[in-house]
């Protein structure tokens, strides 16, 4: 092999805003609708601030509304479900989405379950959980849409392919593994509880790690020619006492024995707000009935 491909996330978020920023100009000249987001704060948290500004930047280049709600960490639950409440009466509004984590004193699963499900741009609804599992049309969360889209550069048909997904939280393993049943992939999922994992790993065409440990997949768990789309984003010391992001895969192993394989940075975290931005135009036309070909 002489090296895998490097997939850009990058490029290819950016080429997937430039797409939604097309759909929305449309949206706006044939139906005089412009999609709107709102993203709920609660408390302090300086990365979820950080996180917050660069999809309210994001949300307007896309030439959609962006709503900021900001509130202190001293917020109650019940003060909380009356925000969102105000929000899906809210006709400007078609996308929601509260930056998790919450404070502690705040049962996140309520608070998921209180947005219409037809605002709810992060796909963690139940209702469009349990849509998702039973292969009707849903919102999707976006890292693993991004996974998908990532995956399909590379190979555009995924039928038939061996895929393995290390990891099952709810926000990436487990629909991530919905999408891959969905393009009809034949799915592995493995977990912490998982026994042989470099044996389960190494059947994989198509490895999508979604863990949380630093560099935890070598050379000898990749099939060769496997695609691998590595979800980590791990902080660890780097030279001259500074940090620096590195993934679940060891990519410089990796990259020897993969057919394609995304880097961190630059892969799968770039697609995340991208999917946002594509949900909630896709939240905002079928609000609307409205057929729209992103
Ligand atoms: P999570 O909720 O902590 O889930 C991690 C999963 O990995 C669990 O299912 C766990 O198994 C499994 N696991 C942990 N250690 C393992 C091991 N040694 N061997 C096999 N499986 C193991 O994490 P998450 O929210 O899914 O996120 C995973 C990673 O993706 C993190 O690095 C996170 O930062 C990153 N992430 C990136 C983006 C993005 O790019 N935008 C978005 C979300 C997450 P059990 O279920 O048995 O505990």
Redesign the pocket.
């Given at each position: 092999m002489s090296g895998a491909t490097i997939i850009d996330g990058k490029a290819i978020a950016a080429g997937l805003r430039a797409d939604v920023a097309a759909s929305v100009e449309r949206l706006g000249r044939e139906h005089g609708v412009m999609p709107g987001l709102a993203v709920v704060l609660v408390g302090d948290d300086p990365a979820s601030h950080v996180y917050v500004r660069n999809k309210d930047r994001e949300t307007r280049a896309a030439g959609m509304a962006s709503f900021e709600i900001k509130v202190p960490a001293t917020t109650t639950e019940s003060e909380l479900l009356a925000i969102i409440t105000e929000l899906n009466a809210r006709d400007d509004v078609d996308g929601i989405l509260v930056q998790l984590p919450l404070p502690p004193h705040i049962d996140s699963g309520r608070i998921i379950e209180a947005i219409d499900p037809a605002k709810d741009v992060d796909g963690f609804h139940p209702i469009n959980v349990g849509r998702l599992a039973s292969g009707q049309p849903a919102l999707v969360p976006?890292?693993p849409l991004?996974c998908i889209i990532l995956a399909k550069s590379v190979q555009a048909n995924l039928t038939g392919l061996e895929a393995v997904v290390?990891?099952?939280?709810n926000?990436?393993?487990k629909p991530v593994a919905q999408l891959l049943l969905a393009e009809n992939c034949t799915v592995t999922i493995?977990?912490?509880?998982?026994r042989g994992?470099p044996e389960i790993a190494a059947g994989a065409d198509l490895l999508i790690a979604?863990?949380?440990?630093p560099e935890?997949i070598r050379a000898d768990w990749i099939k060769p020619g496997a695609i691998v789309i590595d979800?980590?984003?791990?902080r660890v010391p780097g030279e001259g006492g500074k940090s620096k992001l590195v993934g679940?895969v060891h990519f410089e192993d990796a990259r020897r024995v993969a057919r394609a394989i995304t880097p961190v940075p630059g892969g799968?975290?770039p697609?995340?707000i991208a999917c946002l931005l594509r949900n909630t135009l896709t939240a905002a036309a079928a609000r609307r009935g409205i057929a729209l070909a992103i």
């Amino acid at each position: 092999m002489s090296g895998a491909t490097i997939i850009d996330g990058k490029a290819i978020a950016a080429g997937l805003r430039a797409d939604v920023a097309a759909s929305v100009e449309r949206l706006g000249r044939e139906h005089g609708v412009m999609p709107g987001l709102a993203v709920v704060l609660v408390g302090d948290d300086p990365a979820s601030h950080v996180y917050v500004r660069n999809k309210d930047r994001e949300t307007r280049a896309a030439g959609m509304a962006s709503f900021e709600i900001k509130v202190p960490a001293t917020t109650t639950e019940s003060e909380l479900l009356a925000i969102i409440t105000e929000l899906n009466a809210r006709d400007d509004v078609d996308g929601i989405l509260v930056q998790l984590p919450l404070p502690p004193h705040i049962d996140s699963g309520r608070i998921i379950e209180a947005i219409d499900p037809a605002k709810d741009v992060d796909g963690f609804h139940p209702i469009n959980v349990g849509r998702l599992a039973s292969g009707q049309p849903a919102l999707v969360p976006c890292t693993p849409l991004g996974c998908i889209i990532l995956a399909k550069s590379v190979q555009a048909n995924l039928t038939g392919l061996e895929a393995v997904v290390i990891g099952r939280s709810n926000i990436v393993g487990k629909p991530v593994a919905q999408l891959l049943l969905a393009e009809n992939c034949t799915v592995t999922i493995a977990h912490s509880k998982s026994r042989g994992l470099p044996e389960i790993a190494a059947g994989a065409d198509l490895l999508i790690a979604a863990v949380g440990r630093p560099e935890l997949i070598r050379a000898d768990w990749i099939k060769p020619g496997a695609i691998v789309i590595d979800v980590g984003i791990n902080r660890v010391p780097g030279e001259g006492g500074k940090s620096k992001l590195v993934g679940d895969v060891h990519f410089e192993d990796a990259r020897r024995v993969a057919r394609a394989i995304t880097p961190v940075p630059g892969g799968v975290g770039p697609m995340t707000i991208a999917c946002l931005l594509r949900n909630t135009l896709t939240a905002a036309a079928a609000r609307r009935g409205i057929a729209l070909a992103i």
